[in-house]
């Protein structure tokens, strides 16, 4: 990835930041349902073998159906708390960054990016020029670029050679 891919990445990170916040709320949420689902006491009879009448073959199947549906609980919810993690280190790592810059540098970013404001709201709301704005925020993402993606993100990975 060259330099401009991790700005532009950063860029979308943040455009995206509160769809991801509302993907978590809503996965925390079932992940929550899903667990008291699978807390509940599952009444399967007992199976009957022998002469009997009635045999055993619906309280076997319905046994084997509780299983099957305790089953598919843990498995869906094994992947809800992956996808809760994934989200909420992804969420901890913008807010990090953004949490590093500058009060004035953060409020621009969010304002352009997580909030959707055209140039001319960004000014209007930072009480300064849009010339302005666009430097802070050019500045602010380098920044937050590199917080994200570390020394990968900077524009000179350039290596200087002193002469004696």
Not at 65 to 77: P, Y
């Amino acid at each position: 990835m060259g330099y401009n891919d991790y700005v532009s990445t950063t860029k979308r990170y943040l455009k995206d930041y509160k769809k991801k916040k509302t993907a978590l709320s809503n996965l925390k949420e079932e992940l929550k349902e899903k667990t008291e689902l699978q807390g509940m006491d599952v009444n399967a009879s007992i199976a009957k073998y022998g002469t009997e009448p009635g045999g055993g073959y619906s309280e076997l199947n319905a046994v084997e159906k509780a299983t099957e549906i305790s089953l598919q609980l843990s498995k869906d919810i094994y992947n809800l708390l992956s996808e809760v993690g994934e989200l909420t280190k992804h969420i901890k790592r913008i807010d990090t960054a953004l949490d590093s810059l500058p009060e004035d540098s953060k409020q621009i970013l969010t304002y352009r990016y997580i909030d959707g404001y055209t140039w001319s709201g960004v000014s209007d709301r930072a009480y300064i020029s849009e010339r302005k704005a666009r430097y802070i925020c050019e500045n602010a993402l380098q920044a937050t670029a590199y917080m994200l993606f570390g020394s990968r993100a900077t524009n000179g990975d350039r290596e200087y050679v002193f002469l004696k």
